[in-house]
Structure formats: structure tokens, C-alpha cells
Antibody, heavy 122, light 106 residues
Framework: EVQLVESGGGLVQPGGSLRLSCAASGFIFNSYDMHWVRQVTGKGLEWVSVIGTAGDAHYLDSVQGRFIISRENAKNSMYLQMNSLRAGDTAVYYC????????????????WGQGTTVTVSS | IQLTQSPSSLSASVGDRVTITCRASQGISSYLAWYQQRPGKAPKLLIYAASTLQSGVPSRFSGSGSGTDFTLTISSLQPEDFATYYCQQLNSYSLTFGGGTKVEIK
């Protein structure tokens, strides 16, 4: 079964750090770009970051310089190191698999995890 | 790139035809996807490349548009379709989502 499972969420004080993990199974992990998307409770979806198959990364402007995305293909896992956390980072964080055309056009995110909750509060 | 969805919410009955629009702040060709999210669940990809149905998605869902204006249509609303729908642009990073359209039971 194709599956993504996030972990690592929790309560952290402002200015603190947290590392989220995303474990993949059921597909060839190193062949896919992987994304993080977050959602504040009751609000909309917000794209956070992506890591390509070659390790190239892009970030939402508001997390650039604070968050670091990485992947460990040997462990079929992706990570999000979150530093200098703010109250505004409080959300459910989803990992998601990117789907592309045969020519590399990004189509969207076809597999999602169940999410892990991050709460930044004193 | 900003995406503006309308309406933000709507009430409809089973069997109704429902149309949701998504407008991009600049042209994005056909690099647009639509997602459905039920309460407490992760989003589900419905349509990609503006008009291509994802595998396993019922044919009552359809998408159209290119450039800056896009629509998602549900031809005959079913009970399981009551959810929130999001568009997403895939033209350039950072990727952005529309604000969502909540489809509620009338």
C-alpha cells in the first residue's frame, strides 16, 4: 500500500525547534519530489517546502532561513527541521508526494499523509 | 501568484450542479490542480493540468480553464461531495492554494 506517515509534531515554545519526519512506503521514494503543506485549524492549505529527487529545495518566503527540508532515500524518509518557531507556524503539517508527467510537468500532490500537529506556544 | 476562489462557501442539494471558480493573479497556463478535503482528512487530488481527472475520481467532477480563469464543476452533487475544495497553482514556486470553497448541504 502506498502510504506516507508523519511524526514529530508537538508543543514547543516560541523560538524553539522541532524536526518533523515523513516515512514513505509502497513506492520508489527516490523517484519522487516530496512536499510539506500546512493547515491552521479551520483555515486553508499553505504550501511550505519541496525537495526534489536531486535534493534541490524551495521554501515559502515566511519560512526561508528558518526551516530546512531534507531527505534520506535509504530510509525512505523526508524531514523538516523547523527552527526559530513562531506562533504563526502552529498548524497541522502534511507531507505529500508530487506527481509529474512523463515530461516532468508538475501535476500536483497525489498521496498525502494524515498530518502531524505543531503547536508553538508559551 | 495569488489564487482567488469564489464563492468561499455555498449551500446545495443532492443532485445539484455546482460550479466553483478560481482566478489567478497572473497567467499560469494549465498548471492548476483541484483538491477535495473532507473534515479531519487530508486533501485528495481530483483534477490536474486544469482539466484531467485523477485516476479513480468520479466523472461527475470536471475542470476547465487556462491562463487566469478556471472552474471546477460537479455535475450532480452526491452526499459524499460535501467538503471543502481548493485550487492550487503549479506554475512556479512557491506553490499557492486558493482560499477554499466549502460546499454545504442545503
Amino acid at each position: 500500500e502506498v502510504q506516507l506517515v508523519e511524526s514529530g509534531g508537538g508543543l514547543v515554545q516560541p523560538g524553539g525547534s522541532l524536526r518533523l519526519s515523513c516515512a514513505a512506503s509502497g513506492f520508489i521514494f527516490n523517484s519522487y519530489d516530496m512536499h510539506w503543506v500546512r493547515q491552521v485549524t479551520g483555515k486553508g492549505l499553505e504550501w511550505v517546502s519541496v525537495i526534489g529527487t536531486a535534493g534541490d529545495a524551495h521554501y515559502l518566503d515566511s519560512v526561508q532561513g528558518r526551516f530546512i527540508i531534507s531527505r534520506e532515500n535509504a530510509k525512505n524518509s523526508m524531514y523538516l527541521q523547523m527552527n526559530s518557531l513562531r506562533a504563526g507556524d502552529t498548524a497541522v503539517y502534511y507531507c505529500a508526494r508530487a506527481v509529474r508527467s512523463n515530461f516532468g510537468v508538475l501535476y500536483g500532490m497525489d498521496i498525502w499523509g494524515q498530518g502531524t500537529t505543531v503547536t508553538v506556544s508559551s | 501568484i495569488q489564487l482567488t476562489q469564489s464563492p468561499s462557501s455555498l449551500s446545495a442539494s443532492v443532485g445539484d450542479r455546482v460550479t466553483i471558480t478560481c482566478r489567478a493573479s497572473q497567467g499560469i497556463s494549465s498548471y492548476l490542480a483541484w483538491y477535495q478535503q473532507r473534515p479531519g482528512k487530508a486533501p485528495k487530488l481530483l483534477i490536474y493540468a486544469a482539466s484531467t481527472l485523477q485516476s479513480g475520481v468520479p466523472s461527475r467532477f470536471s475542470g476547465s480553464g487556462s491562463g487566469t480563469d478556471f472552474t471546477l464543476t460537479i455535475s450532480s452533487l452526491q452526499p459524499e461531495d460535501f467538503a471543502t475544495y481548493y485550487c492550487q497553482q503549479l506554475n512556479s514556486y512557491s506553490l499557492t492554494f486558493g482560499g477554499g470553497t466549502k460546499v454545504e448541504i442545503k
